[in-house]
């Protein structure tokens, strides 16, 4: 099994609502990552857990809150967004420490924010 | 700090042509230098991966790219373009951030659009 699962494909919500973007994998990895992109342009690096351990942060507003349940799993709790931050929000993963940028894509949850 | 360039924004081939896409890097140390690509409204998939070794490599759906340390360049190649092939293509380099963990630096992307 070499897929990132993340559900849902799709989110609208509201600018006072509070959701959650889930992401997991099979493969083992002890690397997570989020990524949000905005259309026309590349992925921006929001988090990376390492070993169930979140080890950067990107200086994301604290209206993101992510979270690694387990090895395979990694939310991104999300609660009072802006407009703008309706975007793509892609999961991946990668090895750790043999293979740490050979990452596996999720599909993407495609995010609007109301 | 690293930084990956595609100076393409926008590329148009006809089916059946050649392509190259461009990608230039800078970074200290020996690069680990990827390619993904992406559909619209999809995740990224990787389409080939230098770390060490030959400096032609081989990837996925007939594409494969070339490491030229001197020029600081890993092109993308395909001798041949399929309408399947449209889409949105980015260069990367592997690279150490503070602390201990590792991330992805992209370039900004260069569209490929296939004319029939």
């Known amino acids: 099994d070499t897929e990132v699962t993340q559900t849902p494909k799709h989110l609208v919500m509201g600018m006072t609502n509070k959701k959650s973007l889930k992401c997991e994998q099979h493969?083992?990895?002890?690397?997570m990552y989020w990524y949000k992109q905005k259309a026309k342009k590349p992925p921006e690096l929001m988090f990376v857990?390492?070993?169930?351990?979140?080890?950067i942060n990107e200086s994301v507003p604290s209206r993101f809150s992510p979270e690694c349940p387990n090895s395979s799993l990694l939310n991104l709790h999300l609660h009072a967004l802006q407009p703008e931050d309706s975007a793509l929000y892609l999961c991946a993963s990668s090895e750790g420490q043999l293979n740490p940028w050979e990452a596996f894509f999720g599909q993407g949850t495609r995010l609007t924010v109301v | 700090a690293q930084s990956v360039t595609q100076p393409d924004i926008h590329i148009t081939v006809s089916e059946g042509a050649s392509l190259e896409l461009r990608c230039n890097y800078s970074y200290g140390a020996t690069p680990y230098l990827f390619w993904y690509v992406q559909s619209p409204g999809q995740g990224l998939q990787l389409l080939l991966k230098y770390f060490s070794g030959d400096t032609l490599v081989q990837g996925i759906k007939g594409f494969e790219a070339e490491f030229k340390r001197s020029q600081s360049s890993f092109n993308l190649r395909k001798p041949s373009v399929h309408w399947s092939d449209a889409a949105e293509y980015f260069c990367a380099v592997g690279s150490f951030s503070s602390g201990s963990a590792r991330q992805l630096t992209f370039g900004s992307g260069t569209q490929l659009t296939v004319l029939p």
């Open positions: 857990y390492s070993y169930e351990k979140l080890s």
């Open positions: 493969m083992g990895h002890r690397a």
